[in-house]
């Protein structure tokens, strides 16, 4: 059985940072996307950023230049993010995609003070 498990949210300055992790067990797939969305009060659930087993990244326009994904392993995507700002927070949430289902961990929340 797949799981997805996100951490390292929390409380943040306008201007700081934070690192998000999402581990990913349970999956024999050679093939496989992993990406961090993120929903805000009132707002649909939107992509900030993926990666792809062979090392594909995109990012959503509204974070392009701030965030940074990465792969530390095979199941173990680390989203760095830079000059956060109010709008950026929301519960962030990781998605492991094996070309077959769709596997989302819980979420953490991410909340910018100004």
């Known amino acids: 059985q797949v799981h997805v498990m996100e951490s390292g949210g929390g409380l943040v300055q306008a201007g700081g940072s934070l690192r998000l992790s999402c581990v990913v067990s349970g999956s024999t797939s050679l093939i496989s996307v992993i990406g961090w969305y993120r929903q805000a009060l009132g707002n649909e659930r939107e992509l900030v950023a993926s990666?792809?087993?062979?090392?594909?990244i995109d990012y959503g326009d509204s974070v392009k230049g701030r965030f940074s994904i990465s792969r530390d392993n095979a199941n173990r995507v680390v989203l760095q993010m830079d000059g956060l700002n109010s709008e950026d927070t929301a519960v962030y949430y990781c998605?492991?995609?094996?070309?077959?289902?769709?596997?989302w961990g819980q979420g953490t929340q991410v909340t910018v003070s100004s």
């Open positions: 990666i792809t087993s062979s090392d594909i």
């Open positions: 998605k492991f995609y094996d070309f077959r289902q769709n596997y």
